[in-house]
């Protein structure tokens, strides 16, 4: 079996997100494609900025959108730091003898060495490394560069947009524009 995973915050899920998991679904055919919000990720200062609801129901409309993908929340319901090497484990005992691989952008490939147990999960997944902040990239084996037409769009920009009152037509598709709208998600703040 393989399986693709594509963790992030997903708060909004935007644009860019939909064409990386796009992209690489098409070009990787997986059985399965795992779409993981994060819980507390260690390397990152600030959690989630709305609910685990809010940020699953986007990601199901994102998921209608695209015509593939699961949700799974284990990261979402664990205490503390959420470890991607914790997940992979996981993801093997519930998937036995799957071949796993995890996208990440090129910000995450240059911070690998301060990733919890970084050498064990070299050894237990595959990464595919999208380009992002960079137009295109190379890669020393087993990394597996991947090259998408380059979008500067970020869930930061797009909530800060939102709290300054200005358009995210474009950034996100139209039915998680409405869900945003409708549940006054992001107004009050900026990032």
Sequence with gaps: MKIIVYGGSF???HIGHLTVANEVFHQEQPDLF????TGHSPLKKSGAHTSNDA?????????????FGE???IEMHREGKSYTYDTMRYL???YPGADISVIIGTDQYISLAQ???IEKLKEMVRFIVVNRDVDTQELPEPFIAF??????ISSTMIRNRIAQRKTIRCF?????????RKEHLYEAEES
Aim: hydrophobic share 45%.
């Design 11 to 13: 708060d909004p899920v």
């Design 34 to 37: 795992l779409f993981i919000p």
């Design 55 to 67: 940020r699953i129901s986007m990601l199901k409309l994102a998921i209608d959108y695209l015509g």
């Design 71 to 73: 949700i799974e929340t």
């Design 92 to 94: 093997q005992e519930k």
């Design 115 to 117: 990733w919890y147990e």
């Design 147 to 152: 090259n998408i037409p380059r979008m500067d």
């Design 172 to 180: 996100v598709i139209d039915t998680i524009e409405r869900l945003i």
